[in-house]
C-alpha cells in the first residue's frame, strides 16, 4: 500500500491533506519561540489591517485636523500674550506717566487733596510692584516717586492738603 491509497482508505485526497499538513505545520511554527515568522499572527495582523482600513483613514485625516486646530490655537494663544505684553506696556506708561504728570505738578506748587495723594501713591506702589517683578530697571521716576511720598508726608505731618469737594460741604 503506498501513500496516494492509505489517503484514499481515510478519505482525504492528495490535496486535503497537504492542506492539512500545512495548517498543523504553521500552526506549529506559530507557537515555538525560537522561529520569528509567525504566519496566523501575520495572516491576522493582514485582515485586520483590511477591515480597519477605513478607521484608520478616518483617524488620520481627524489627526490633520486636530492639529491643524492646534496650530490655529497656538497662532491665537501668540498673539494673545503678545496683546497681553501691549496692554501692559501700555498700562505702564501711562501710570508711569500719571506719576511724572502729578510730580512736576507739585514741583510747581500745585496743591492736591489728601484723596489725589494716596491715588497717586497706589499708583506709584503698583509700578514699583511691577518694576520688581519684571526685573525692569525704573530710573528717572524713583526720585519723582521719593519726591511725591516725601511731600505727602510733609501734607499729612503739616494737614497743609487741599481741601476736596467733600470736605467743603461739611459743616
Known sequence: MNFADFLQKIGLSYTTFWGILAFAMSIGIEIIPKIKWSPWSALFL?????INDKIDRKVSESMKKIE???NKVDKLQNELDSHIRESEDKALQEKRRD??????ACLNKRRHTREQFEFIISLCD????????NNIKNGVIESAIRDIRRLYDKCRAERSFLISEEEWDRP
Do not use: A, T
Request: glycine residues 4%; proline residues 0%.
Open 68 to 70: 491643524s486646530v492646534e
Open 46 to 50: 493582514w485582515i485586520g489591517s483590511k
Open 126 to 133: 503698583e509700578y514699583e510692584q511691577y518694576i520688581e517683578d
Open 99 to 104: 506719576i511724572l504728570d502729578f510730580s512736576n
